[in-house]
C-alpha cells in the first residue's frame, strides 16, 4: 500500500513520522488487520499487510487514512491541518517476495537519499504498464 500527503508536500518531520508509523501500527491490530511493515516518509507511506478476508482494500485504506490524519491532527504533531491527498497504490505480492519487500520498506530513508518518491513512482508504473492519475 502506497499513499501520499495532501499536493505530495513534505509535512511529516522524522519524530512526527515516528509516531504516525507507531499508530497505525497499533491501529491496525485494533481494526485486526495484520500489518507486517510500515514506514511514513516526509511525503508518502509504505504499508505491507496481510488483506483480511472481511475488508475490502479501499476499506483498508479509509481506515488507514481516515485514522491516522484523525490522529495526527488530534494529537497536533503538526502545525496547522494535516490531510492525505486523494487516491492510493495498492499492489499484491507473492508469498515469496514479501521479505523482499518488508526489507524494501524498511530501508526507506537510505532509498530516497538516491530517488525521490515522484521518480520512483514514474518508473514504477512505466515497468508494470500502469497509468498515472496525477491530479
Given at each position: 500500500?502506497?499513499?501520499?500527503?495532501?499536493?505530495?508536500?513534505?509535512?511529516?518531520?522524522?519524530?512526527?513520522?515516528?509516531?504516525?508509523?507507531?499508530?497505525?501500527?497499533?491501529?491496525?491490530?485494533?481494526?485486526?488487520?495484520?500489518?507486517?511493515?510500515?514506514?511514513?516518509?516526509?511525503?508518502?507511506?509504505?504499508a505491507l499487510?496481510?488483506?483480511?478476508?472481511?475488508?475490502?482494500i479501499e476499506e483498508v485504506f479509509q481506515l488507514f487514512k481516515g485514522g491516522s490524519s484523525y490522529w495526527i491532527n488530534e494529537n497536533k504533531l503538526l502545525r496547522g491541518k494535516f490531510a492525505w491527498g486523494r487516491g492510493y497504490g495498492a499492489f499484491s505480492v507473492s508469498h515469496s517476495d514479501v521479505e523482499r519487500v518488508a526489507a524494501y520498506i524498511a530501508t526507506q530513508e537510505e532509498h530516497h537519499r538516491k530517488r525521490t518518491f515522484t521518480d520512483e513512482f514514474q518508473i514504477f508504473v512505466k515497468k508494470y504498464g500502469l497509468e498515472w492519475h496525477d491530479e
Open positions: 500500500m502506497i499513499w501520499t500527503t495532501l499536493d505530495r508536500e513534505p509535512m511529516l518531520n522524522k519524530p512526527a513520522a515516528a509516531k504516525a508509523s507507531r499508530f497505525l501500527s497499533n491501529y491496525s491490530k485494533e481494526k485486526g488487520i495484520y500489518l507486517k511493515i510500515n514506514y511514513f516518509n516526509a511525503e508518502h507511506v509504505h499487510i496481510d488483506l483480511p478476508t472481511n475488508k475490502c
